[in-house]
Structure formats: C-alpha cells, structure tokens
C-alpha cells in the first residue's frame, strides 16, 4: 500500500523510516498540511497519514473519495480537524493513535508551570549577562495549591497525579469521572467550582462542540484573580481575545499555552526571517507572564516511537481487513 503523509518534519521522516522497515509499506513525504489545494497532489495513492493541522473537511474527503483513497490515519489523538461524518458519508475509514505517552503532555503542562511561576527562563538569561538579581524572579510554593483539570482522560489522569505529587488539592471536571483518581483523592466538582476555587487550571479534554471556547469572558469573571491557565490541548478551547483582556485586568495572573487556535499558519515552522500577519500571537508574545511553545507536548522519543508503531499497525490491520482497534466513529 502506498502512503501519502502530510504536514511531515525530519523527525517523521525519521521515526516512520525506521518503523516501516519492518512494515513494508511505500511511503510518500510531503512537507505541505492537506487541504483543498494540496489534495491534488495524490496519485496511486491508497491511504493518507495526517497530523493536527491538516485540514481534512468535506471538500477534501470528496476529493480523496474520487482518487480512490480508503483510509484516513491520524498520527494523533485528537481528531477536530477530520470531518468524520464526511469521511463516512464517502467510505473512508478513519483511524487514530489515542493514547500515546500521556506522561510526554502531562509533563509539559508540569514544564510550563513551573517556568511560568518560578521563571526559570528569565533566571536563564539574566545569569549568562551576568546579572544576579532575584527582583522580579518571585514564585509561589506549589505545595497547597489548588489545581483543577478539566478532562481526566489519558493525560488529564496523569497530571493530577504529577500535581498529588507536588502536594497540590486537585479539583477535576469530566463528563466521565474516573474512580481511580478518586480513590487517590482527586475531588471531582462542577466546572464553576474548579474556575471559583483553583490556583492553577489545566485543560485536558478534547475540543468539540461543547468545549469551543470553554474558558470565555463568562468563565474568565468567575476566577481567582491571579489564577495560572494551562492549555496543552487544544486552541479552540480558549477564547484567545477574551483571555487577553482577563491578563490586562490581572484576573489571569500567567497564561501558559502549547496550542493556539491559529496555530496552523505559524506552528511547525521557522517564521524567525517573516513578518507575522496575526495580531493576537503577537500581543499574546508582548505579555511578561504568558509562555507560548509551538504544541511540543508530544515532542519526546517515547511519544514519538509510539505514535509511528501505532500508526504503521492501524494501517497494517486495515489492509489485512482486521478489527480496527483506533477506528474514529461517529
Ligand atoms: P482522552 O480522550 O484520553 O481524554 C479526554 C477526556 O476529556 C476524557 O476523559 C473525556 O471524558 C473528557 N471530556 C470529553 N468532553 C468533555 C467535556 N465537555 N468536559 C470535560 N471533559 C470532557 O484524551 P487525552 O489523550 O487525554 O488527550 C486530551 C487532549 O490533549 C486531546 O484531545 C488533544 O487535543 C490534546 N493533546 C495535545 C497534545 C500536545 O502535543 N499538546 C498531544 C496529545 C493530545
């Protein structure tokens, strides 16, 4: 079977090459994301591997229907950017890696936390210009604090017991409570609870229709002033221009975010040389509290080694016409 994969980086290349090697499947590279334009490209092409920025609506599920593709593999767990009604309406299959090391996100919110609250980037800086004032280096004892998580899936799960670590109360939201955080003392409470009472707030849960814009000007007016916002996991999830203002009022006291709801035209890519066209990165980028990385929460080797296993076997079980284990349905 011949493989086209979009949005692909050295270290696709990389971990995919190796992997394949025991798969045998033929493997066509395109640095460019999928779109309308770009779908074009494919030619004796049976399958295509995306990532989370391709844009895979109906117009371009047409397209793949009409050049005979059959299956759409995710090299992700989530799956916003696919049209899956669209995908069925036309027979394409639609796979996906749900669960690849939650410690490599779950990690990184950690990362972000503690850059943000004890500024270790700035601390960096300052001693390589030889200046060795601590004023405006102030942090706060994570210990004690309240943290709430919204999604206590894969990732969410391990968070809260990264922060239980830390000595934190953990408040958590999920449509789905999980017993074992429970029995291990996470206190599950009602969305206005967590954005009423937590220090420190993290987002883990999918971005779909009921969790577009989950924190906005109604959930920003209910925090704690100073309140420290995490999101890991998807743009769409946070009203940016909304969020914002909540910084120049000071309700949010540092904004940590790894995910960007326009983070298709600028992540993954070095832009240093370019004129940046979005108005709201850049005010984000002018704030002193706010921490931006370009979604690297999943950038570790074991994540990485996971997600091309996975891939490689949902695709394998596809052409075998073996039960698909990662199939998205409806
Ligand atoms: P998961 O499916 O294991 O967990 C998601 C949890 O969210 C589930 O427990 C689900 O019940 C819950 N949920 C669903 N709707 C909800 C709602 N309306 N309110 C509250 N909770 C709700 O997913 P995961 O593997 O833990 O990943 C979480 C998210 O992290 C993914 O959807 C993806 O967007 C993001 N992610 C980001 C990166 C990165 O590199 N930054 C990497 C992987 C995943």
Same mark, same amino acid.
């Given at each position: 079977m ?5 949005s692909?980086?050295? $270290?696709? *290349? ?12 033929t493997?066509e590279? $395109? ?8 779908v ?14 391709d ?22 767990a ?21 669960a $690849?090391s939650?410690?490599a ?15 270790t ?41 990264i ?17 074992h ?7 599950y ?36 002033k ?21 910084? *120049? ?13 326009q983070?298709? *035209? ?12 979005d ?7 002018s ?37 698909l ?6």
């Amino acid at each position: 079977m011949k493989i086209a994969f979009f949005s692909t980086q050295l $270290y696709d *290349k990389k971990f995919f090459d190796e992997h394949n090697a025991s798969f045998g499947f033929t493997i066509e590279y $395109y640095e460019t994301s999928l779109n309308e334009k770009t779908v074009n490209l494919l030619q004796d092409v049976q399958a295509v591997c995306v990532f989370v920025n391709d844009k895979v609506n109906r117009l371009v599920i047409e397209q793949l229907a009409l050049k005979g593709i059959k299956i759409i593999a995710l090299r992700c767990a989530g799956f916003n950017n696919v049209d899956v009604q669209a995908a069925a309406d036309h027979g394409l299959v639609v796979v996906r890696v749900p669960a $690849y090391s939650p410690h490599a996100v779950a990690e990184h919110a950690v990362a972000m936390i503690m850059t943000l609250n004890r500024k270790t980037h700035k601390a960096y800086n300052r001693v390589r210009e030889q200046n060795f004032s601590l004023n405006g280096l102030l942090g706060f004892d994570l210990f004690g604090k309240t943290v709430g998580v919204i999604g206590t899936g894969n990732i969410g799960q391990v968070f809260c017991s990264i922060m239980k670590g830390f000595g934190c109360s953990v408040l958590a939201y999920d449509v789905y409570p999980n017993d074992h955080l429970i029995h291990t003392g996470v206190q599950y409470v009602t969305l206005t609870e967590i954005f009423e009472r937590a220090d420190i707030i993290s987002l883990h849960c999918p971005l779909n229709e009921q969790t577009r814009y989950l924190i906005n000007d109604d959930s920003i007016q209910r925090m704690k002033k100073g309140v420290m916002l995490i999101n890991t996991s998807r743009g769409g999830l946070i009203d940016t221009r909304t969020v914002i203002n909540g910084l *120049k009022t000071g309700v949010i006291g540092s904004l940590g975010i790894d995910v960007y709801e326009q983070e298709e *035209k600028l992540f993954f890519r070095d832009l240093s040389e370019k004129i940046i066209k979005d108005d709201i990165i850049s005010r984000l980028g002018s704030f002193p509290n706010v921490l931006i990385t370009a979604h690297q929460g999943f950038f570790t080797h074991e994540a990485l080694t996971q997600i091309a296993g996975t891939t490689l076997s949902n695709l394998k079980a596809f052409t075998n016409s073996e039960v698909l284990i990662n199939e998205v349905k409806i």
